[in-house]
């Protein structure tokens, strides 16, 4: 099934087992991905540079802190996909997590772990800039 496909079906056909499919293929290759970029910054950063040159050293040192957070950002989507994978096994995959309405084929097309419907998003992220993220 192409994303076109998957655009072009109708609404009352939302979630069905083809488009799951199509969301679990997705969500399997990226998670696939993830796992080999984490695995090849592990060992990047196993691989110390050791220099006498003061310069050297703090070149190095930024630049693994570099490799940490990114690999730091590969864990948080890495967590978002298995999230989203869960989703999908429980049924409640494609529906925002505040209203229980559809999140949108397109929606999910561009962000295959999105949990919110765009107005909840949108909501949020009002609520967020005009209250404090934390409230």
């Known amino acids: 099934m192409t994303k076109e496909e998957l655009i072009l079906m109708p609404d009352d056909d939302y979630m069905n087992d083809e488009q799951l499919n199509f969301f679990t293929h997705i969500l399997t290759v990226q998670k696939e991905e993830l796992l080999k970029a984490i695995e090849n910054a592990r060992l990047e950063l196993t691989e110390s540079d050791i220099s006498a040159d003061p310069n050297d050293v703090a070149s190095s040192q930024e630049i693994q ?12 989507v890495l967590q978002d996909i298995n999230k989203a994978l869960l989703r999908i096994n429980n049924g409640e995959y494609g529906y925002c ?35 404090g993220k934390y409230r």
């Open 97 to 131: 997590e505040i209203s229980g309405e559809p999140i949108g084929i397109e929606r999910l097309l561009a962000k295959p772990t999105a949990t919110l419907s765009i107005y909840e998003k949108e909501a949020k992220e009002h609520r967020e800039r005009t209250q």
């Open 65 to 76: 802190q570099l490799k940490l957070t990114t690999a730091n950002r590969h864990n948080k």
